[in-house]
């Protein structure tokens, strides 16, 4: 079956580091670009950036550059993304997500919650 | 980069079709044909419905159909069943760094 399974859910506190996971199974993971999509409470998808884990070129939206990591290990499947410093405003869920070549998501993760609270 | 504009709410009695509309720019829905949509139930991961404007994947009922007029890309579902209601997103490529942009969703209730 192909599918992106992610990390569990995450409760951390302001200033804590963070970094979740998305493995992909069913695939050539190597061939297709992964990205992260952020969806705050109640609001629209929001793109994050894009990675591909062939030979790891990576891109970031505006708003997210410098504020998170995304990375990948072709050798297992996985691609990561990682916080150095979370803030309250980090509280959503966050998917991975599978590009397709017409800029369409065809595959996308369960989703994981991340909670940031003092 | 602002989000593409999609009215916040829709609403038919079952049998009937609607239209959700998304309306973007010259940079991104009237620029390109990389208009995709999604369906997303409460608690679920949004589901590619459309992509390239009006292919439907795999799957994917053929009452649900897409297109687009200049910077406005349309999703029309028609004979509504209770199973279609969902909130339904647009995204489309888009010439700025941020490469896809999303529209800020339309709640669709089915009467």
């Known amino acids: 079956e192909v599918q992106l399974v992610q990390s569990g859910a995450e409760v951390k506190k302001p200033g804590e580091s963070l970094k979740i996971s998305c493995k992909g199974s069913?695939?050539?993971?190597?061939?297709?670009?992964i990205g992260w999509v952020r969806q705050m409470p109640g609001k629209g998808p929001e793109w994050m950036g894009i990675i591909y884990p062939g030979d790891s070129d990576t891109r970031y939206s505006p708003s997210f550059q410098g504020q998170v990591t995304i990375s990948a290990d072709k050798s297992t499947s996985i691609a990561y993304l990682q916080w150095t410093s979370l803030k309250a405003s980090d509280t959503a869920i966050y998917y991975c997500?599978?590009?397709?070549?017409?800029?369409?998501?065809?595959?996308w993760g369960q989703g994981t919650l991340v909670t940031v609270s003092a | 980069q602002s989000a593409l504009t999609q009215p916040a709410s829709v609403s038919g009695s079952p049998g009937q079709s609607i239209t959700i509309s998304c309306t973007g720019t010259?940079?991104?829905?009237?620029?390109?044909?990389?208009v995709s949509w999604y369906q997303q139930h409460p608690g679920k991961a949004p589901k590619l419905m459309i992509y390239e404007v009006s292919y439907r994947p795999s799957g994917v009922s053929n009452r649900l159909s897409g297109s687009k007029s200049g910077n406005t890309a349309s999703l029309t579902i028609s004979g509504l069943q209770a199973e279609d209601e969902a909130d339904y997103y647009c995204s489309s490529y888009t010439s700025s760094s941020t490469v896809v942009i999303f529209g800020g969703g339309t709640k669709l209730t089915v009467l």
């Open positions: 069913g695939y050539i993971f190597s061939n297709y670009w």
């Open positions: 997500a599978r590009r397709g070549g017409s800029y369409q998501i065809d595959l």
């Open positions: 010259s940079s991104d829905i009237g620029g390109y044909n990389f």
